[in-house]
Structures are given as C-alpha cells and as structure tokens.
C-alpha cells in the first residue's frame, strides 16, 4: 500500500509586500486582557495616547489596564474570519502557539505583563529566505517572539537563516525620547513614575520593530526616527548584505504601514501627500491611491464600556493585506476604501475587525507573510 507522503514545510520566501501570498503566520488575541502602560508602552503610543494619559491613570497610579473580555472575544471572533478569508484565498495559515495563561515577566530591570502574539508583524521582519528579530521598544514583547518559534523551526529546517538583533535592557535610559522632544512635545506624561533600573554606562540601545520596514524586492524602506532606530538600521545593513536599505527620515514614530502600503510594482496605497517627501525619488513617481476619508461612525462606540484607550489613530485600517497584485484583504468597516480599490480594479476580499483601535493592529499588523511568490526583484529602477 502507498504511504502517505508528508508535505515538507515551504521555503521561506518573502521581499516584498505584494506578490502572490502562500504561507502567512496569523496573530492570537488569547489572553489579551490587559495593557501594562509602562513607560515604554507608554512612550511607544505616545502620538496616539498622549492626549488621554493622566486622565485615564488611576489615583493608585495602576499601570495594568483591564481591556472587558467582550472585546478581546470580538476580536478573536474578527481574526478566525481573517483567517478563514485568507485560507478561502488558497494560503496557508499558520498560528502562534498560545500563551496559555496571563503572563508575567520580569527582567533584572523592570516587570511587565507580557502582551500576547497578536501584532506578529512587528516583532519579527521576513527578509527573503531570513528571519529577522527586532529589538522589541515595549517591555512587555520582550518574550513575544518565543510562541512564534514553533513556526520559525519549521522554516528553519526548512532551510530558512535565522538572526536576531540584539535584545535590549530596556533600562531607564535605554529609549529616545527625541522624536517628541524636537516637535516641541513635553514626554512627561511618558517618562514620569519610571521606575526600571538604570545600566551604569549603557545609554541609548538599539530598538526596532519590523513594522517599521517596508520590504519591496531588493529594497526595504526603514523609518528611522530617533537614534535608537539609526543603530538598528545599521545593524541591518551589516548584518543582511543581499538588500539596499533605503532610510525614511522620520516618516512616523515607529510603524510605517498605517501611512504607507506598496500594492504592486509602481502603484501604492498612501496616507496623505504629506508623506510622499519621505520616500526614496524613484517611488515618488509611483502612482498613489490616497487614503480617502472615513468617519467615526464606522468605529465602535465604548462609551457604555467604560475605560478603553485607543492605541491606534483613525487611518489604521490603511493596514490592508495583499493576496497578490489585484486581490487585497481590507476592514469592511472601511467602505470607502473598498470602493475605491475596486475602482481601480482590485478584487477586495472584506473582512470585518472592530477594534483596531484598541489593540494597536490591521490586517498587516497581525500577518507576518512567510512565503510569497515573488524574489528580489529590482522594484525602484
Ligand atoms: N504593525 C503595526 N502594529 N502597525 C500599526 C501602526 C499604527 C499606527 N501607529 C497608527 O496609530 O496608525
């Protein structure tokens, strides 16, 4: 009798953001019931958390904030359409592994609570056949990385390299506060009540998230905004020789890809014209589609719920998944995104997410895309 033959693991195989999509690791809200807005977290959403910092912070001075589980289960309801979206679309969907219970972690410096694997683009950048792990900003992700591991053996074996910047202290002085201070912003509401410990010697470190990278072919975008995010684009440039890295001055705080998603080669998706300045000039030639307008009728209302903190600004469903050049997987809480892209002639495959707000994440954010069709194609000549 014929055995049943075992599919080996795909090779890892991923350059940019648009070419036909096979394998992708999808994020996890489990046990996403809490932010621990510590000084890191706090100066990592700063742009967006500012404005309701100390009027949310209770008089005990609490860091941890209970998030009602009848979102955390929404959301996960949102992500299995996600996921059944795109396994309808012919990829395969893989999943971190789950935390298992509330988690706690604590350095020689600081304790936090960890934050699940939910926004897996972030922690991690796929650069053709390597894995690459950032440096992560916000204490809590410190161990994220660890429940994607099941995924990275499997590519591993598969034949995939495997690097990993490295892990910062995150101690009191690690962080650069310069991207507020130079805007004339006061991060007092950021800073105050740090109580990690400090490195005698070490100042600022390196820290990076992938989402601040924009991969396309032999070419990746890297928003760098402080001096922290400088050494990091160092390290890339010395460590994954194949690629050029192009530096974005300062495009956005952190993550780019509220504000930019290349579609297909010579088309992207842009937040507003402002931004065009911050890109290399052979894209400022590329046709743009511009984010159009929305409005707050197609954001849940919390009101009734209490206290929720929007991590996240009004332009995160920008944050659209490519299946390939002309199929994209976009928040049909977003109509008027769909419209328009269908106007230009894409095939939009609708997924419902409520709460991008809340838990800092689109369908970029929670997709780390591992294999796709296309190589280090030269995108920008
Ligand atoms: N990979 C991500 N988590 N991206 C999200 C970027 C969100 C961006 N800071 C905004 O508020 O619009």
Not at 57 to 71: D, V
Not at 173 to 190: C, E, M, W
Not at 228 to 254: G, K, P, Q, T, Y
Not at 302 to 326: A, C, H, K, Q
């Amino acid at each position: 009798m014929p055995q049943p033959t075992s599919v080996p693991p795909p090779a890892l195989n991923s350059f940019d953001e648009f070419t036909r999509l096979e394998e992708v690791v999808l994020g996890r809200a489990d046990h996403y019931n809490a932010h621990h807005t510590e000084p890191s977290w706090r100066l990592f959403f700063y742009d967006n958390v500012a404005p309701v910092l100390g009027r949310h912070t209770t008089p005990s001075g609490e860091e941890l904030l209970p998030i009602p589980s009848q979102l955390t289960d929404e959301l996960n309801e949102d992500i299995s359409g996600l996921a059944d979206a795109l396994t309808g679309c012919g990829v395969n969907v893989l999943r971190p592994a789950v935390p298992g219970k509330d988690v706690d972690i604590r350095s020689p410096h600081w304790d936090a609570r960890a934050t699940p694997p939910l926004n897996v683009r972030d922690q991690t950048i796929i650069l053709g056949n390597t894995i690459v792990e950032t440096a992560p900003h916000i204490r809590a992700r410190i161990f994220e990385n660890d429940l994607l591991k099941p995924a990275f053996y499997r590519y591993y074996e598969a034949g995939a390299n495997w690097l990993s910047m490295p892990r910062p202290a995150l101690a009191s002085d690690s962080l650069d506060t310069s991207y507020f201070t130079r805007q004339g912003l006061d991060v007092s509401r950021a800073t105050d009540g740090e109580t990690a410990g400090s490195i005698e010697g070490l100042g600022l470190e390196m820290v990076f998230d992938g989402a601040q990278c924009m991969r396309l072919g032999r070419d990746v975008l890297v928003n760098v905004a402080n001096h922290n995010h400088e050494l990091a684009l160092r390290w890339l440039r010395d460590n994954v020789r194949n690629l050029r890295f192009h530096r974005l001055d300062a495009m956005a705080d952190n993550h780019i890809d509220s504000v930019l998603v290349p579609l297909r080669p010579g088309l992207m998706l842009l937040r507003s014209p402002e931004y065009l300045k911050y890109l290399p000039e052979a894209m400022q030639s590329w046709d743009v589609i511009y984010a159009p307008e929305t409005d707050d009728s197609n954001f849940p209302d919390y009101t009734d719920l209490g206290f929720v903190i929007p991590i996240g600004s009004r332009y995160m469903d920008i944050n659209l998944l490519s299946v390939d050049e002309d199929t994209v997987v976009v928040n049909s809480l977003y109509p008027e995104l769909i419209t328009v892209l269908e106007r230009r002639g894409f095939t939009v495959v609708p997924v419902r997410h409520r709460h991008r707000r809340l838990f800092g994440g689109g369908f970029h954010c929670f997709t780390l895309d591992t294999v796709r069709r296309g190589g280090p194609e030269d995108y920008l000549s």
